[in-house]
């Protein structure tokens, strides 16, 4: 992974309008496979000279037949090597191309995958939608990647259509003349291809990427698809981009086709132009019958700059596809630095000045706050407070747009991220959970733990009973296992506790319990859990009242600061609780205001 971002460093893709980027990247790719561009470009190179030469071998060995020369035998030996040469050549240039365009593949989704998972989860979501991301990151990379073999072979390529004009050239001048009167509109037709093969290839991806993205989200909401019996509304949704798709592809198919019907008939004109003139040379002895025959065919092979319309339509392809790999990569990824954090901390925590902007709005305003090592904090506020997005800063799932973090006196921009992953804990309302077992799940993090530790994590999140209750216990298949909300949440609560480090961000995570659960694993936590800052989103006022401090959160602004208990006298504050629907909070006294409540929870 670091030679990764090192060759990333160094293609340094374009702003995310895509202007450089995709020369830029194509220009990494190049330099990622050189070796092997330059080995495809060697037997291209090879296999081009050999066409060049063979014409002319076979006019002399035509001349050497008819006059009855000596040195025939000679010359059609000649003829032969080249042949096999050339059969030699075209096969290692196949062979050379399939692995260039597959070795550049990996490196590009490498590259693409790696810079996606260092970027801050809402950043990869602003520039596209999960199905936008896997099509940049799978076809659009298959696409760029065919660029080196293609400016490889395509290059050598044109020293065929060149050397065919020089020997034409070398031949006869007129000849050579009356091929030169129709190379303009060559020329003509070539540019017209690329300008407009180029629009139709970057709008046909995009609509593709949009229908990839809708099928992606239809598969994530299957069940409440089915269960709303709209599948076939919602068919008629992912299919809506189908017909512009269809468009697309239809007109590029149409340029396609314009540039290489174009090129058949220019062609042909051109080399019977050749051979006409040639003719009437060969009846007035300027020409040989070899030397018309090397003529006709080096016309051939001159009109070759028509024929390379293929080429080109790969090139163009690669460049759009390139373009669009190139936007995702011009995203810039979260700061990091390589200071160790002090070992042993408590895990104090400080905000110093915060600020998050999205969209324009500033969904964290100046915050300034102070959470002691070894303490329990619980951030509380109504829905679009900023509590998540607190969460997030604190967790470095985000990039401040003002002020600064600090962990132990260490800014957190310049922690190294996986010394920061080891010792910052985090659960989710909904985790995601990764592996093929469950004890696998749990043991998902920045270091593997041992089947000990994993056990004890579950049993303190309360998902050791349900996980025996299973058919294979912890080493049953989690893909099979039939789990619900809030064993599911259990899980990731194992997993947090697992890797619990100085810091340990619990965002929601317990909504999916019942009260006496939540309760459980509320001790548990202080009790079973390695020692350390806690940070809880909370939505019960249960869970506040358990935290030594509870930081209240209003429109992006730190409200107050104190206990539950303080607190709870303040009717805006209940409100909060009421409004996140905590049945406890609508009595008055469930939250455990009264003496002692949060003493004796913990």
């Given at each position: 992974?670091?030679?990764?971002?090192?060759?990333?460093?160094?293609?340094?893709?374009?702003?995310?309008?895509?202007?450089?980027?995709?020369?830029?990247?194509?220009?990494?790719?190049?330099?990622?496979?050189?070796?092997?561009?330059?080995?495809?470009?060697?037997?291209?190179?090879?296999?081009?000279?050999?066409?060049?030469?063979?014409?002319?071998?076979?006019?002399?060995?035509?001349?050497?037949?008819?006059?009855?020369?000596?040195?025939?035998?000679?010359?059609?030996?000649?003829?032969?090597?080249?042949?096999?040469?050339?059969?030699?050549?075209?096969?290692?240039?196949?062979?050379?191309?399939?692995?260039?365009?597959?070795?550049?593949?990996?490196?590009?989704?490498?590259?693409?995958?790696?810079?996606?998972?260092?970027?801050?989860?809402?950043?990869?979501?602003?520039?596209?939608?999960?199905?936008?991301?896997?099509?940049?990151?799978?076809?659009?990379?298959?696409?760029?990647?065919?660029?080196?073999?293609?400016?490889?072979?395509?290059?050598?390529?044109?020293?065929?259509?060149?050397?065919?004009?020089?020997?034409?050239?070398?031949?006869?001048?007129?000849?050579?003349?009356?091929?030169?009167?129709?190379?303009?509109?060559?020329?003509?037709?070539?540019?017209?291809?690329?300008?407009?093969?180029?629009?139709?290839?970057?709008?046909?991806?995009?609509?593709?990427?949009?229908?990839?993205?809708?099928?992606?989200?239809?598969?994530?909401?299957?069940?409440?698809?089915?269960?709303?019996?709209?599948?076939?509304?919602?068919?008629?949704?992912?299919?809506?981009?189908?017909?512009?798709?269809?468009n697309q592809g239809r007109r590029m198919w149409h340029v396609y086709g314009r540039a290489m019907a174009g090129a058949g008939i220019l062609v042909p004109l051109l080399t019977t132009a050749v051979l006409a003139v040639g003719g009437i040379r060969l009846t007035h002895g300027d020409l040989t019958v070899g030397e018309l025959l090397a003529a006709s065919r080096y016309a051939l092979l001159a009109a070759?700059?028509g024929a390379g319309v293929g080429q080109l339509n790969a090139l163009v392809r690669s460049r759009a596809a390139a373009r669009r790999t190139a936007e995702l990569l011009a995203v810039p990824p979260m700061r990091s630095g390589t200071d160790p954090l002090p070992a042993h901390g408590p895990g104090r925590l400080e905000l110093r000045g915060v600020t998050v902007v999205r969209d324009g709005t500033a969904?964290?305003?100046?915050?300034?706050?102070?959470?002691?090592?070894?303490?329990?904090?619980?951030?509380?506020?109504?829905?679009?407070?900023?509590?998540?997005?607190?969460?997030?800063?604190?967790?470095?799932?985000?990039?401040?747009?003002?002020?600064?973090?600090?962990?132990?006196?260490?800014?957190?921009?310049?922690?190294?991220?996986?010394?920061?992953?080891?010792?910052?804990?985090?659960?989710?309302?909904?985790?995601?959970?990764?592996?093929?077992?469950?004890?696998?799940?749990?043991?998902?993090?920045?270091?593997?733990?041992?089947?000990?530790?994993?056990?004890?994590?579950?049993?303190?999140?309360?998902?050791?009973?349900?996980?025996?209750?299973?058919?294979?216990?912890?080493?049953?298949?989690?893909?099979?296992?039939?789990?619900?909300?809030?064993?599911?949440?259990?899980?990731?609560?194992?997993?947090?506790?697992?890797?619990?480090?100085?810091?340990?961000?619990?965002?929601?995570?317990?909504?999916?319990l019942d009260s006496v659960t939540e309760l459980r694993v509320g001790r548990a936590l202080v009790r079973d859990v390695r020692a350390g800052t806690r940070l809880l989103i909370a939505h019960r006022a249960s869970s506040a009242a358990r935290a030594d401090r509870v930081v209240w959160l209003e429109a992006g602004r730190v409200r107050a600061l104190g206990t539950h208990r303080e607190l709870w006298d303040?009717?805006?504050?209940?409100?909060?609780?009421?409004?996140?629907?905590?049945?406890?909070?609508?009595?008055?006294?469930?939250?455990?205001?009264?003496?002692?409540?949060?003493?004796?929870?913990?």
């Amino acid at each position: 992974m670091a030679a990764i971002r090192r060759t990333a460093a160094r293609t340094e893709p374009a702003p995310a309008d895509g202007t450089d980027g995709p020369g830029r990247l194509l220009v990494g790719a190049l330099r990622h496979s050189a070796g092997r561009t330059s080995a495809l470009f060697a037997c291209s190179v090879g296999a081009a000279a050999v066409a060049i030469a063979l014409p002319a071998v076979l006019g002399h060995v035509l001349d050497l037949l008819l006059d009855n020369a000596a040195g025939a035998r000679r010359a059609v030996a000649l003829c032969a090597i080249l042949i096999v040469a050339e059969v030699v050549f075209d096969a290692a240039e196949a062979l050379l191309s399939g692995i260039t365009t597959a070795r550049t593949a990996a490196w590009l989704r490498r590259l693409g995958i790696d810079h996606v998972l260092s970027l801050a989860p809402h950043r990869a979501a602003e520039r596209g939608t999960p199905g936008d991301l896997v099509t940049r990151l799978t076809g659009n990379a298959a696409g760029a990647s065919t660029a080196p073999a293609t400016v490889a072979t395509g290059l050598a390529a044109l020293f065929v259509p060149l050397g065919g004009l020089i020997a034409l050239a070398v031949i006869d001048l007129p000849l050579f003349a009356v091929f030169l009167a129709g190379v303009p509109l060559l020329a003509w037709l070539l540019r017209a291809f690329v300008r407009d093969s180029s629009d139709s290839v970057a709008r046909y991806q995009r609509v593709q990427a949009d229908i990839a993205g809708r099928l992606v989200e239809a598969l994530g909401g299957s069940r409440t698809i089915a269960a709303a019996g709209s599948s076939a509304r919602e068919l008629d949704r992912i299919l809506a981009p189908l017909p512009e798709l269809g468009n697309q592809g239809r007109r590029m198919w149409h340029v396609y086709g314009r540039a290489m019907a174009g090129a058949g008939i220019l062609v042909p004109l051109l080399t019977t132009a050749v051979l006409a003139v040639g003719g009437i040379r060969l009846t007035h002895g300027d020409l040989t019958v070899g030397e018309l025959l090397a003529a006709s065919r080096y016309a051939l092979l001159a009109a070759g700059l028509g024929a390379g319309v293929g080429q080109l339509n790969a090139l163009v392809r690669s460049r759009a596809a390139a373009r669009r790999t190139a936007e995702l990569l011009a995203v810039p990824p979260m700061r990091s630095g390589t200071d160790p954090l002090p070992a042993h901390g408590p895990g104090r925590l400080e905000l110093r000045g915060v600020t998050v902007v999205r969209d324009g709005t500033a969904v964290l305003r100046d915050v300034h706050l102070i959470v002691p090592g070894g303490s329990t904090v619980a951030v509380v506020g109504h829905s679009g407070a900023g509590k998540s997005t607190l969460a997030a800063v604190a967790g470095r799932l985000t990039d401040v747009d003002a002020g600064t973090v600090w962990l132990d006196g260490v800014p957190a921009t310049e922690v190294d991220p996986t010394r920061w992953r080891r010792e910052v804990g985090y659960a989710f309302e909904r985790p995601a959970l990764f592996g093929d077992t469950i004890a696998e799940a749990i043991g998902f993090g920045p270091y593997a733990s041992s089947p000990g530790e994993v056990e004890v994590a579950a049993e303190a999140a309360g998902a050791d009973g349900f996980i025996r209750l299973l058919p294979k216990g912890y080493a049953a298949p989690l893909s099979g296992a039939p789990l619900s909300g809030g064993e599911l949440q259990r899980l990731g609560l194992a997993r947090a506790f697992a890797h619990a480090g100085r810091l340990l961000i619990l965002d929601d995570a317990t909504s999916s319990l019942d009260s006496v659960t939540e309760l459980r694993v509320g001790r548990a936590l202080v009790r079973d859990v390695r020692a350390g800052t806690r940070l809880l989103i909370a939505h019960r006022a249960s869970s506040a009242a358990r935290a030594d401090r509870v930081v209240w959160l209003e429109a992006g602004r730190v409200r107050a600061l104190g206990t539950h208990r303080e607190l709870w006298d303040v009717p805006d504050y209940r409100a909060v609780f009421a409004d996140l629907g905590d049945p406890g909070a609508a009595e008055g006294s469930a939250a455990g205001a009264g003496p002692g409540a949060a003493g004796e929870d913990r």
